[in-house]
Nanobody, 123 residues
């Protein structure tokens, strides 16, 4: 089984910073893209940032220049450095990963989600 475990959320004042981490574990053959999605109260889950296995990144327009996504392939971990946080950034942040597993000589790709971590930006 594969698990994504997130950490690093919390309460922060406007202008502050937080670093989210998400570690994948289990029977992992390889990991393609990894990303972070945010879901604000009453809104749909939306892509915040994503990174390919080769390090190519994509950001939502609202977080570009404030957030940085990185990954450590040796640790199967993705990070989201969040800076200059605004109240509008308040959301539950979910980690997502396109993970390939190997069973009985065959590979299977599947989209996995973490349990979510709350980020609240408020004074």
């Amino acid at each position: 089984q594969v698990q994504l475990v997130e950490s690093g959320g919390g309460l922060v004042q406007p202008g502050g910073s937080l670093r989210l981490s998400c570690a994948a574990s289990g029977s992992i053959f390889s990991i393609n893209a990894m990303g972070w999605y945010g879901q604000a109260p009453g809104k749909q889950r939306e892509l915040v940032a994503a990174i390919t296995s080769g390090g190519r990144t994509t950001y939502a327009g609202s977080v570009k220049s404030r957030f940085t996504i990185t990954r450590d392939n040796a640790k199967n971990t993705v990070y989201l450095q969040m800076s200059s946080l605004k109240p509008d950034d308040t959301a539950v942040y979910y980690c997502n990963a396109d993970i390939v597993t190997l069973r009985f000589g065959k590979t299977y790709g599947y989209d996995y989600w973490g349990q979510g971590t709350q980020v609240t930006v408020s004074s």
